[in-house]
């Protein structure tokens, strides 16, 4: 009886070993991929020989990173030299360039970005998302109900919308009734 405990105890032990080092070596995998895409981009800029898509990519690389400042300072070099006739590209990078001064906790940066996504792209739905969150975030019930509104414009069935939309408007209703008071 003793040994049959010890011999489970021993393969439950090595099946936790065997899958903790699996996905240590997959994130030492994934690290070093990361860097090595980094450098290469890197090395482009330094050469002078990239696009704006490698300088979105490498902005990528700094969000998956955490490291925003960077990022930053690399998408506002893409959005520099950006063709201007690409209307999706500029909104995408725009909505990312959002992202990322939310990140930062930024919030009226977050707040401009995604709404130049929003003009840019009016049907562009993860940025009227983003909004809505930020909005949401500083307590600016109105505007984020008048974003997760526009929301459902565009995706009327959306579970996750309606939840929020009606999550909103209760707290509009509560504080529309405590400043009554």
Known sequence: MN???????????????????????RQ?????????????????LKQSVYSNDDLYKLGQLYLRKKLFNKALLVFREALICWDLNDKIGIGSLA????????????????IY????????LPDYLLAFKNLAFVYESLSFFQDASN???????????????????KLIQRQLVLESTTSNK
């Open 95 to 110: 909505n990312t360039i959002g992202f990322t001064y939310f990140k930062l906790k930024k919030y009226n940066f977050a």
């Open 28 to 44: 030492i995998l994934n690290s070093q991929k990361l860097e090595t895409n980094v450098k290469k981009l890197q090395k482009n």
């Open 147 to 165: 974003c997760y509104q526009n929301c459902l414009a565009l995706d009327s069935t959306n579970d996750f919308f309606i939840n929020r939309l």
């Open 113 to 120: 970005y995604y709404k130049v996504a929003v003009k840019i």
């Open 3 to 25: 040994s049959i405990f010890v011999l489970s105890y021993s393969i439950i032990l090595f099946s936790i070993l065997v899958v903790l080092t699996f996905y240590i070596a």
